[in-house]
């Protein structure tokens, strides 16, 4: 090789790349909203690690009612923990003696708040959900199911649920669980959805699994205590994590929404046709 080719060769490693083309799917930096601080609860757990939760108060108001008057009571700040977690299903927190009482005020059985009526979906996939009439998208970021007459947020990975006893429990919001296998969507419309896993995810679903009947951990010492819940609205500004989530009413949703059914890149040979709602799960970022 020439001294002229050598160096042309070593000036080509040391160039950067060029930057990807811009594919029809991606969004502009005005496509990302940004999250309510009041939409984000933090748990730090015992082993220093946090979890972050986007509510979903315009989905399950009443239960997402008592999930931030249990934060602002400190009510997850002892005696709390991880105290379930069953392989390719749930990761499950709250008090695990069932004997810790609710701050006054906290509606221990709120309304069903598993579907809710009307269609409000901006965007939907192409194709029928195996469980649904439809999957798709709410202006505000969440996946949806639905029918003719209602929807309801789908039981995808990272999602958060409200654990309770048979019917007619539903759960008071200090028992939760998000999902850390495949979907269970047989739990929509059974249980109430508050809320999506936006940050932490694997400290929760890499945690040892129980050995107990549903995964319920047989030694106390396995579980990993909650050391604080809070709102972001609540903490110093300084301290608060700021989450965005995509707008999903323009063209380049749509295309993106195209591109999740229709994979095209070199590794794919035969488009799908469809996808999942769980599979192409509405995007949630930290905020720049």
């Known amino acids: ?33 940004a999250v309510p601080d009041d ?18 108060p ?35 927190w709250g008090d695990a003696t069932e004997k810790k009482s609710l701050p006054v005020g906290i509606v221990a059985n709120p309304p069903a708040e598993y579907v809710r009526s009307g269609n409000s979906a901006t965007a939907r996939l192409s194709k029928p959900d195996p469980y ?5 998208y709410s202006l505000d970021g969440w996946p949806l199911a639905g029918d ?16 309770r006893d048979l019917a007619p429990s539903t759960g008071s919001g200090a028992e939760l669980y998000t999902i850390i296998g495949h979907s ?25 699994r129980g050995t107990g009947d549903l995964g319920f951990y047989k030694d106390e010492g396995q579980r990993l205590a909650i050391v604080s819940a809070r709102l972001a609205s609540d ?25 999740r059914e229709n994979r095209n890149n070199d590794f794919f040979t035969v488009p799908a046709g469809g996808v999942d709602i769980c599979a192409a799960l509405p995007p949630v970022r930290k905020a720049p």
Request: charged share 15%; aromatic share 8%.
């Open 1 to 33: 090789m020439t001294i002229a080719l050598l160096f042309a060769a070593l000036l080509a490693q040391a160039s950067p790349s060029p930057a990807p083309a811009a594919q029809a799917g991606d969004p502009l930096p005005g496509d990302w909203i």
């Open 39 to 56: 939409e984000l609860l933090v748990f730090t757990l015992a082993n220093g690690r946090t979890v972050t939760v986007r509510l979903a």
């Open 58 to 92: 315009g989905r399950a108001p009443v239960h997402v009612a008592n999930i931030r008057a249990l934060a602002r009571a400190h009510w997850w700040d002892a005696g709390t923990s991880v105290y379930r977690v069953q392989e390719n299903y749930v990761a499950q």
């Open 132 to 136: 649904a009439a439809w999957a798709g």
């Open 148 to 163: 003719a007459t209602s929807e309801w947020v789908p039981h995808c990975y990272g999602m958060v649920g409200v654990a």
């Open 184 to 208: 269970p969507r047989g739990l929509d419309r059974n249980i109430a959805v508050v809320g999506r896993v936006v940050d932490g995810m694997d400290a929760l679903s890499t945690l040892p």
């Open 235 to 259: 903490l110093p500004a300084a301290q608060r994590p700021h989450f965005q989530y995509r707008e999903t009413a323009s063209p380049r949703f749509a295309a993106w929404i195209k591109g």
